[in-house]
């Protein structure tokens, strides 16, 4: 067989028609971590509302944040700074997190301004929770 040698020609598509869903294989580990993750963010939904005033700006939503916290962990990526690199290039943590493939990653200060609130409503310590009691054993 003989092959002809491509072209290494970069092509800047004007739009993009990416699914993410068709991206992650079907059995990729964070699929399974993923569904009980959401299982466990939607059990705290009132605690989340609790905690945003129903005025104002929208923000980014803790749901997205304690995703992307939990991708820092498993892929020990040290800083928000660096998280917030990776979540604007990889498919994967795009997916996982929740943000579009044209969404902009968000600026690394969200988490700083956002981690009071977590606090405040002690909401790090009860995501766990919730996701150690749905986790199977």
């Known amino acids: 067989m003989v092959c002809v040698r491509g072209g290494d020609n970069r092509t800047g598509e004007l739009f993009s028609y990416v699914d993410l869903e068709a991206r992650v294989r079907r059995d990729h580990p964070p699929r399974a971590i993923r569904t009980i993750v959401n299982e466990a963010l939607s059990a705290l939904e009132r605690e989340f509302a609790a905690l945003y005033s129903p005025i104002g700006r929208p923000s980014i939503p803790?749901?997205?944040l304690l995703r992307a916290m939990l991708l820092q962990t498993f892929y020990s990526i040290r800083s928000e700074r660096l998280l917030m690199e990776r979540l604007e290039y990889d498919l994967l943590f795009r997916?996982?997190?929740?943000?579009?493939?044209?969404d902009a990653a968000w600026d690394h200060s969200v988490f700083s301004k956002n981690r009071d609130r977590r606090l405040e409503g002690d909401i790090s310590a009860k995501f766990l929770v919730a996701l150690l009691a749905r986790s199977p054993r």
């Open 62 to 64: 803790p749901e997205k």
């Open 95 to 102: 997916w996982f997190v929740g943000v579009g493939v044209d």
